[in-house]
């Protein structure tokens, strides 16, 4: 498997344009989670997905950000309008359920505001 | 509520010096607790874990031991080389709850030669 891909790689937009960052899981594995990085406030979980529904986006910023997960194997973060403060590398993981199964995360998606 | 709460970095440290990371913990019945490792501009990935109390993950010469007395989870590593250079996230999935991976704030180490 070639693991969590995630695209792009790099994002420069301009504030106020829409933002789509995108994710394919690992074939079989049941769980999905969209984190973001900041070296203000380190790794935060922003939303996860079970079997392809949204199980806790209490992580979500505010109403500018949304995800969806129209089938098992892709899932979209979207940002509409982006703002300068969305800044930050955007991660995707996925896994099997489990309490002692690890995630696996893809290389993340680097958005730089303007 | 469930978190994680890692030392402060950034760690300095010369080649083949002893490591310490600490992490503790708080969370109710008996969580599974990991290490991730960042290398630069990687995504992170699984260094070790532990699923119950007294158990001991290890792996690339790092060790860690599930301490339910002191909720501690503390990474180390007796002779640490420069390509150990990388942010270390100490990381929680809460007992009753196998879904959500909550992560410490993540400490940087810095290995010179």
């Known amino acids: 498997d070639a693991g969590v891909i995630q695209s792009p790689r790099h994002e420069v937009t301009e504030m106020g344009q829409e933002v789509t960052l995108r994710c394919k899981p690992i074939s079989g594995h049941d769980y999905l989670f969209w984190y973001r990085q900041t070296m203000m406030r380190g790794l935060e979980l922003l939303i996860y997905f079970n079997n392809n529904v949204p199980i806790d986006d209490s992580g979500m910023p505010e109403d500018r950000f949304s995800a969806k997960m129209p089938n098992a194997s892709f899932s979209t973060l979207k940002i509409q309008p982006s703002e300068p403060r969305d800044s930050a590398v955007y991660f995707c993981?996925?896994?099997?359920?489990?309490?002692?199964?690890?995630?696996?995360f893809g290389q993340g998606t680097r958005l730089t505001v303007v | 509520g469930n978190s994680v709460t890692q030392m402060e970095g950034p760690v300095t440290l010369s080649e083949e010096a002893f490591l310490t990371i600490n992490c503790t913990y708080t969370?109710?019945?008996?969580?599974?607790l990991f290490w991730y490792v960042q290398y630069p501009g990687e995504g992170l990935q699984l260094l070790l874990k532990?699923?119950?109390?007294?158990d001991k993950g290890s792996n690339k010469g790092f060790e860690a031991t599930y301490r339910k007395e002191t909720t501690s989870f503390h990474l180390e590593k007796g002779s640490v080389q420069v390509s150990d250079s990388a942010v270390y996230f100490c990381a929680l999935t809460p007992w009753g709850n196998t879904d959500k991976l909550i992560f410490g704030t993540g400490t940087r180490l810095q290995v010179f030669p």
């Open positions: 993981a996925s896994k099997t359920g489990g309490a002692r199964t690890e995630a696996f």
């Open positions: 532990a699923t119950k109390a007294d």
């Open positions: 969370a109710t019945g008996y969580p599974s």
